[in-house]
């Protein structure tokens, strides 16, 4: 795929185009990496420690965060987390729960509305 070609389209309308790319990072670092990031999880620096795992793709870290979210109940932020690692298992409860909740949302909208 040419991004260049794809992003010319956009040129005339002053738009903004968020693109995002794993990062590469070497073998012997990325083990060093998530080192560091599970000391910063032991340690209890959750958001240090999920921005190594972010970048390094570091799935089993990844869901540990998740966990810690859903624990304190930051269930978007959990989901992110699962969705990422990829942690189907983990995510499809959340991913059920949250469509109850809007659907219920959008129900009590629908009935002030009437």
Partial sequence: MDNKKIFE???DK??????TAPATVEGSQKAALNRKG???????NIEGARRIFMTTGYSDGLS?????????N???EALRMYWTAPDRKKSQPL????AIVLQSMICEQESENE
Avoid: C, H, S, T
């Fill in 9 to 11: 389209k956009f040129d």
């Fill in 14 to 19: 002053n738009a903004f185009i968020k693109v």
């Fill in 38 to 44: 599970n000391q910063m999880f032991n340690d209890g």
């Fill in 64 to 72: 540990r965060v998740g966990d810690y979210y859903k624990e304190n």
């Fill in 74 to 76: 930051r269930l978007i």
């Fill in 95 to 98: 991913i059920d729960k949250l």
